[in-house]
């Protein structure tokens, strides 16, 4: 089994010190590369190409944001996972619209962060649940606002049925429990659903579908 492969970036040598020993008690955890400002977190993802950097907001050179929204315009296949202090609107949708996959606060457990890290290595979607609605309320258009183009001309039945149930948090297990289908094929077709929508994460996939009217804040709950 191939191990979910780390970049930490934050500018605390003791954060990164205290992160890298938590996870890597975890078999399938690898913390590859360490950088301790923004400029190095690109850097660094560039040369080791992780499955996942775990990026602060506040970084001396280039900000989280920044170097998020650089990360995924040269390896849109890389996932970022926020974890950050800092839980303000500006900070959470700037982030998610650089192309975060999910965003935590530093006050979640341990056991929390390893489950949201493995969430998004699978192509879950992960946001704290003190910012969840927040983002779902920002993003969604209103109920009355008409889609300008119809989710049907792009996704099939099937894809738009998974699209559905990721929106409403099910996890890629509950999605194939409900539709009967094998875990590998809820992953093909968010394969699918990613590459025609032009994201890289489940939760770019919803954010998007809410923000042209594919969904509603009704198929979020």
């Known amino acids: 089994m191939s191990k979910i492969r780390i970049l930490l970036a934050d500018d605390h040598a003791l954060v990164r010190q205290g992160t890298r020993e938590l996870l890597e008690r975890e078999g399938d955890l690898q913390v590859v590369a360490e950088a301790g400002n923004g400029e190095e977190a690109v850097q660094l993802a560039c040369e080791h190409w992780p499955d996942i950097v775990l990026m602060d907001i506040a970084m001396p050179k280039l900000n989280g944001i920044e170097a998020t929204r650089q990360i995924k315009a040269s390896q849109p296949k890389v996932s970022v996972l926020v974890l950050t ?7 959470i949708f700037a982030l998610l619209e650089a192309g975060a996959a999910g965003y935590l606060l530093k006050n ?30 920002r993003f969604a258009p209103a109920e009355h606002k008409a889609a300008q183009v119809s989710a049907f001309d792009h996704l099939s039945d099937r894809e738009m049925e998974v699209l559905r149930l990721a929106a409403k948090g099910q996890k890629n297990q509950d999605i194939a429990n409900v539709l009967f289908l094998s875990v ?14 032009g994201v890289s994460s489940r939760t770019e996939a919803v954010l998007e579908a809410l923000r042209r009217g ?7 709950i």
């Not at 202090?85 to 900070?91: E, F, G, H, K």
């Not at 493995?118 to 704290?128: D, P, S, T, W």
């Not at 594919?214 to 979020?220: A, E, G, K, P, R």
């Open 184 to 197: 590998r094929t809820v992953q093909t077709h968010l394969g699918n659903i990613f590459a025609k929508m």
């Open 108 to 137: 979640v457990g341990a056991d929390e962060l390893i489950v949201a890290i493995r969430a998004v290595a699978a192509g879950e979607a992960v946001l704290h649940p003190a910012i969840a609605r927040r983002v779902i309320n």
């Open 214 to 220: 594919w969904l509603t804040m009704q198929d979020t």
């Open 85 to 91: 202090a800092y839980d303000d609107d500006q900070y």
